[in-house]
């Protein structure tokens, strides 16, 4: 299949959760995740009509966007991966939204990027729902602190919420802590779901479900990992 048939099966796809009134109220936003495809396969799911994209890493997305962006005014670029602190200057030239903000430092130095840049960027904190060691995300029992230092020393707005559920598990109640978190925090947006549980996150009331694989077809094993 294309990727312009793909893209077209996952909106049916989110459609039908929606038609089937099995939603939380989540604005239910698709972001295409292109990380390691080309130019090209970008350009065929922006030729049929899509306009969010999420990478992963500043390097990859910085190669690829500049020119997609100068040509394309409305694409907004997520960054969905975990972002070093001498990344931050670049990311935040080059990205629209950051939803993986999950330590103090890394908000210090968005803050002062943004500033210098005058920037304004859309901010998401990452939460490690599952409380695992080698995954990105702030501790849920941590989230609290760093919120209030974000809003507080920073003068950060944070938006949202987004987690990446343990791989083997059943990713429901990850999505219901997720939520839960934000409604306890006031915080608005929730990006959760990939192309394996994206229905279950739209009934949990997902803002941004983030698909890759499903519109692009099965990524190759990163030669660098
Ligand atoms: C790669 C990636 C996705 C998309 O994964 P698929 O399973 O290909 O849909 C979503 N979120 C994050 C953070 C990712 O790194």
Redesign the pocket.
């Known amino acids: 299949m294309s990727i312009g048939e793909n893209l077209k099966l996952v909106k049916a796809r989110m459609e039908d959760v929606r038609g089937e009134k099995r939603t939380g109220a989540g604005l239910g936003h698709l972001i295409a ?1 292109s ?1 390691t495809r080309p130019v090209e396969d970008i350009e065929l799911a922006i030729e049929s009509g899509q306009r969010l994209f ?1 990478e ?1 890493r500043v390097q990859e997305a910085m190669a690829k966007f500049p020119a997609l962006k100068s040509q394309y005014k409305d694409l907004q670029l997520h960054l ?2 975990p972002l070093q602190s001498n990344k931050v200057k670049e990311a935040v030239a080059h990205f629209d939204v950051i939803q993986t903000i999950d330590r103090p430092k890394i908000a210090k130095v968005i803050a002062r990027e943004m500033k210098e840049q005058n920037r304004d960027l859309t901010l998401f904190v990452q939460v490690n729902v599952g409380e695992e060691p080698q995954k990105g995300g702030v501790l849920p029992q941590d989230l609290e602190g760093l919120l209030a230092l974000c809003r507080d020393e920073y003068g950060l707005d944070i938006s949202g919420l987004m987690c ?1 559920p343990p791989v083997d598990a059943e990713p429901s109640p990850y999505f219901v802590l997720l939520r839960r978190l934000a409604q306890s925090h006031g915080i608005e947006l929730l990006s959760m779901g ?3 549980d994206f229905e279950s996150a739209l009934q949990f009331g997902a803002d941004y479900v ?5 519109i692009f077809g099965r ?1 190759e094993a990163p030669k660098n990992s």
Not at 210 to 214: K, L
């Open positions: 995740v990380k999420g992963n969905i991966g990446i990939m192309s394996a983030r698909v890759g694989s499903a990524r």
